[in-house]
């Protein structure tokens, strides 16, 4: 298997904090869950028997009145069918994806730093074989691709 990301590289997560910070933005995640969810030993959740995507809700639960308390919102949602362009199947195989918005980038900084949150997130670094987050700068929507 290729290799896995769950958390931004110190060099990816630079990058995203040089970007401008007072306007709003787009964050595409793409998931992969693992078939059984990971919990270090002494963790509440350890040994339960929880699926990926089980211990991905429980992130879902706990870290959504954060998330929305910093102005976070769902834009876009979807499971994933096939890859029409792009490596094999076989290769990689989303579970899930969706868009949030966030008002800036001070808001998902926020978020992040809130001390519940770094709690929460134990249940999304459980749940995930792979992932990708990915920002963009919000653009026009409908019409054509131009």
Do not use: C
């Not at 990058?15 to 998931?31: C, Q, S, Y």
């Not at 706990?62 to 096939?82: A, C, L, N």
């Not at 990689?92 to 992040?112: C, L, Q, R, T």
């Not at 792979?130 to 929507?141: A, H, I, Q, T, Y």
Request: neutral net charge; glycine residues 12%.
């Amino acid at each position: 298997m290729a290799k896995a990301y769950i958390d931004p590289s110190p060099s990816n997560f630079q990058a995203f904090k040089d970007l401008p910070r007072d306007e709003p933005i787009h964050m595409l995640n793409l998931l992969r869950y693992r078939e059984l969810a990971e919990y270090p030993e002494g963790h509440q959740h350890h040994g339960n028997g929880w699926s990926g995507r089980r211990a991905y809700q429980e992130y879902g639960t706990t870290s959504g009145p954060i998330f929305s308390s910093v102005g976070g919102k769902v834009v876009w949602r979807g499971g994933f069918q096939t890859m029409v362009t792009g490596p094999e199947p076989d290769d990689k195989v989303w579970h899930d994806g969706f868009v949030v918005e966030y008002p800036n980038s001070g808001a998902f900084f926020a978020m992040i730093k809130n001390p519940e949150y770094q709690i929460a997130v134990q249940n999304r670094t459980a749940a995930l074989l792979d992932s990708r987050l990915m920002r963009f700068k919000p653009g026009e929507v409908g019409g054509s691709f131009g």
